[in-house]
């Protein structure tokens, strides 16, 4: 250890001033002034190790050297040439001048170092062999043999043996382990620095944790030593260790809540705060009762309600808290009106249609939520701030009544939009869209596009109308020309369609969705690669009144886990080819299920049945007919290749199908978990009769990945045709989003 320079002070010793002094007092002075030097001796003989700043080390001074040869032969005189010596001088008030050297400072005998010298400091290593001392820890532990809870390789808890004098200790130990620091150090040297800090951090915590459960009188007990008692060598990392009393747990003393016995729905709301006194305390109790009050406080009228942050008052002498949670229900409010911001845009009447509540009902928070999650679900606003407005105060037992202030920030509502893409069901494909999205308020959309590729071209408008009538019914009518050229037929049409529809969007899945509509077609087709001996294109002009129905009771839209899927269709259509007119009934039914066996590996299959009757094959244009083969038909085949087929080897459709699908999604380890292996079989039939044709079953079967992309999954599958036809490919490749059914 360097030692450290001490300041010694010089005190003068003071003197009284006499006429005489006898020798006996001057010899008790002397007597004094010699014991004063001694002490003063051995204090310059302590630090005599130590140099004076620019002064050599001098020897021990001795009693003869302290006493003044004057003081011995003559007292009298010597003291008093002392006390005139001592007396104050004459000021002379004369300045000085500036170059004027100053006089001799009294008493500094010291002369100042002109040349000082002083030794290089000496740099010292770092001590890289310090480790915790590894003695026996049992003899400092409280708990000898309490049960001992590893966190880590380097931080372990002792609790009582007895489990009820602490019985929340896993779920202690558990939340303690996600926020102790401790765990986070590697064990390195670098790491050994910092864990006697860390640990008193994690006493803290523990202290705080304990305060959550109700101990507030816990005894925590830090250790820091080898992580493994009774180590003798310090060759291991060290180790901390806490030994915990947790002590009475508090009780739940009184409770105020403020005004809340001025509501209505007083015994109801005090239940959803289910504490009372003499409730063991815990803190994640209390705030979780009043998340649960403040939300049937909205669920139940009160729009203005007002809730303190909770206070708890900690009695020690009485081993209980007590809880003060200042509410303040302000009133219970029915809803009479909706107040949009922007009228001409999207008006008050229009979002009380869209509403899940009618005027006169009480007031609702999740209602008011689900109203704002709609209109920013029209696409037309980029935000939309909801905000209760008292119009009349409660009377009398009687509700209030509040307006809905909306505030609209308009988006921007022009689309444009183009997609350039390859598929091995529609080939080379470009596509481009213009859309204003409020062209005829309120949500009157128009939309033109157009479709330029090998098998297909289109252009089409669109007219749409989201919420028309009701909350997620739309209005549709689109009108098209277009060119169809597939591996069945090739067809030429101009269509007006128009659609009434209550469907499932991505945010609003619904468990019932149906549409009815009209649909008046008139097409040029024939069978492809027709040459000069097959028939000229038919024209057929066929009107039809669609309606379909689909109960769903899946968990999500895209990637079901969990449910049923039940579908169907029923179209009455009346065709007119050559003078001859028919008319038939398209019908089909589909049916999909899905069972989660765990959360790696769901199991799903589909089933499909179709039939048309009431007229021959012939009398229905080959693009109304059923076929099957595909992505999201019967994989391993190409679009449209199962089935019958005309005298030149084409796919002729027919009026009845069937079809089913079994797959099994089991989840991987890869990417995250999210990368699925999916092996699948298939299989489809169609008859040219309208009962189902069982004979000429095709089956395929194969390999497909999902990768979870957080929006909806990626599909690529690979499939065979397990009994393949002639024209049939050996593989099949099918890549979109979503599953395949």
């Avoid at 959550?212 to 080898?226: H, L, M, P």
């Avoid at 008692?229 to 009184?254: K, L, M």
């Avoid at 089935?643 to 380890?669: F, Q, W």
Wanted: charged share 20%; proline share 7%; with cysteine.
């Amino acid at each position: 250890m360097k030692p450290t320079l001490l300041p010694i002070l010089r005190q003068p010793i003071k003197t009284e001033r006499r006429s005489s002094i006898p020798a006996s007092v001057v010899k008790a002075r002397i007597d004094a002034a010699a014991r004063s030097a001694a002490s003063l001796a051995a204090g310059v003989v302590f630090f005599s190790a130590l140099p004076a700043c620019g002064q050599e080390t001098a020897s021990p001074l001795r009693l003869d050297d302290l006493i003044p040869d004057a003081a011995v032969n003559n007292p009298d005189d010597w003291a008093a040439d002392a006390t005139q010596s001592r007396a104050s001088p004459v000021q002379d008030d004369t300045p000085s001048a500036r170059d004027t050297p100053m006089a001799d400072v009294p008493e500094l005998t010291i002369g100042w170092p002109e040349d000082l010298s002083l030794p290089p400091i000496e740099t010292l290593d770092p001590e890289t062999d310090i480790a915790f001392a590894r003695e026996a820890l049992a003899s400092q532990l409280i708990l000898q043999n309490g049960t001992v809870e590893a966190i880590g390789s380097t931080l372990t808890i002792a609790f009582p043996a007895d489990f009820a004098a602490f019985p929340l200790r896993q779920e202690f130990v558990s939340r303690f382990k996600t926020l102790s620091t401790i765990t986070d150090l590697s064990g390195t040297a670098e790491s050994v620095a910092q864990l006697a800090a860390r640990a008193r951090a994690d006493e803290t915590l523990l202290t705080d944790l304990l305060r959550v459960y109700g101990y507030y009188d816990a005894q925590i007990t830090r250790t820091i030593g080898s992580a493994a008692s009774g180590a003798s060598e310090a060759d291991g990392p060290p180790g901390v260790r806490f030994d915990i009393i947790p002590g009475q747990r508090y009780t739940v003393g009184a409770i105020d809540l403020g005004q809340l016995h001025t509501a209505p729905d007083f015994a109801y709301l005090r239940g959803q705060f289910p504490i009372a006194s003499g409730d063991l305390l815990s803190s994640d109790t209390i705030v979780s009762s009043q998340l649960s009050l403040n939300l049937a406080l909205g669920e139940t009228g009160y729009p203005f309600a007002e809730i303190d942050p909770p206070q708890l008052l900690i009695d020690h002498s009485r081993s209980e808290g007590d809880i003060t949670l200042a509410v303040r229900p302000n009133g219970k409010y029915v809803i009479a009106a909706i107040v949009s911001s922007e009228p001409d845009f999207l008006s008050g009447q229009h979002l009380a249609t869209i509403a899940r509540f009618d005027a006169g009902d009480i007031y609702q928070r999740s209602l008011v939520t689900d109203l704002r999650r709609a209109i920013t679900a029209t696409g037309l606003v980029s935000s939309a701030t909801i905000t209760p407005r008292e119009l009349t105060p409660p009377t009398r037992g009687r509700p209030g009544s509040a307006a809905l202030d909306i505030d609209l920030t308009k988006a921007k509502l022009r689309t444009i939009a183009g997609a350039i893409g390859y598929g091995a069901e529609e080939g080379v494909r470009v596509q481009a869209s213009w859309e204003h999205r409020n062209l005829f308020p309120p949500e009157g959309a128009l939309k033109l596009r157009g479709i330029l590729g090998t098998k297909e071209q289109l252009g089409g408008i669109t007219f749409r109308k989201n919420n028309f009538g009701g909350r997620d019914r739309v209005l549709t009518f689109d009108a098209f020309v277009s060119t169809l050229d597939s591996d069945a037929f090739d067809a030429q049409s101009i269509a007006l369609i128009g659609t009434y529809e209550r469907a499932s969007t991505l945010l609003f899945q619904k468990q019932l969705g149906w549409s009815v509509g009209f649909e008046l077609v008139g097409s040029r087709e024939r069978a492809p690669n027709a040459g000069a001996t097959q028939p000229r294109r038919e024209t057929f002009l066929t009107g039809a009144v669609p309606a379909t129905i689909l109960y769903d009771t899946t968990d999500d839209l895209l990637n079901p886990s969990q449910g049923f899927r039940l579908g169907g269709r029923l179209s009455p259509e009346i065709s007119r080819n050559s003078g001859t007119q028919s008319i038939y009934i398209r019908t089909q039914f589909d049916a999909s299920a899905y069972h989660s066996v765990n959360p790696g590996l769901v199991l799903a299959g589909r089933v499909r049945l179709g039939t048309i009757p009431g007229t021959s094959l012939d009398n229905i244009a080959p693009s109304r007919r059923y076929y099957a083969g595909g992505g999201s038909s019967v994989r391993g085949y190409g679009f449209q290749q199962i089935g019958p087929r005309d005298t030149a080897g084409a796919p002729s459709g027919g009026r009845s199908v069937v079809e089913s699908a079994l797959e099994a999604r089991i989840k991987t380890g890869f990417f995250g978990g999210a990368l699925w292996a999916v092996p699948f079989i298939d299989a489809g039939s169609i008859g040219s009769d309208p009962a189902p044709d069982f004979d000429d079953i095709r089956f395929g079967a194969g390999l497909g990945i999902r990768y979870d992309s957080g929006f909806g999954p990626l599909r690529v599958d690979v499939g065979v045709p397990l009994n393949p036809g002639p024209n049939d490919n050996p593989v099949a490749v099918y890549v979109s989003l979503g599953q395949a059914f």
